[in-house]
């Protein structure tokens, strides 16, 4: 799971897009022209930018370059008509980390996506294990001690997140920028009961909880649980 920005001025495109990457459980921001992708970009935190190139306002390489400016290093993806080595030579100048030239398969789409997610910060391994608990982020599946545990999938997300950085405690407002997309209504109380059903389906009785609450700091898996 990753939080993604998508920027595309064509309706079509953006939809197929979202659908493409919500599809495989990513938590996806999108807008239609530069203005709102400069917005979003200053107001979140993202794992991944799908951007086209021309668009209203700005364009793609504007945003691109603003992305790196603010010193910000997760991978960029460009949707595009444009496949001339003057071009692409252009974006890579500016940050970009590949080029999909449109019209595109979604399946290499979510390629794509998958190698970028798994190259630069190395965020992606399939299985992750924290103590006795283990999720395939392919499948879904989670497991404690090999017994399984269903989950909704906002419960996922979140899990996955905390797993991906154990030990390490997040406040509320943190966690619901990086699992909540921007346009939903997240509040400290969806969060809070969020967290209570994660506990109810994997602590155990006796022990401590597998997510520690700590007044002033926030939210952590402790790995030692």
Known sequence: MAKILIVEDDPVIRQLVRDALETE???????QDGR?????????SYELLVLDWEMPHATGIELCSHF?????????????????????E?????????YLTKPFDVRELLVRVKALLKRPQQI????????AMELDTNSGVVKRNDALIRLQPRELALLEFLMRHPDTFFTAEALMTRVWDTDSEA???????????????????????????????????????
């Open 25 to 31: 459980r990513h938590v996806v921001d999108d807008c």
């Open 36 to 44: 709102s992708g400069m917005a979003f970009i200053d107001a979140g």
């Open 68 to 88: 790196r400016n603010q010193g910000e290093q997760a991978p960029v993806l460009f949707l595009t008509a444009r496949a001339s080595m003057d071009d692409k």
């Open 90 to 98: 252009k974006g890579f100048a500016v940050g970009a980390d590949d």
């Open 124 to 131: 992606s391994k399939d299985i992750l294990k924290v103590g």
């Open 187 to 225: 509040t400290e109380v969806a969060l809070r009961s969020c967290i209570a059903k994660l506990r109810r389906k994997m602590d155990v009785e006796g022990q401590s909880s597998f997510i520690e609450t700590s007044k002033g700091l926030g939210y952590r898996i402790n790995s030692k649980s």
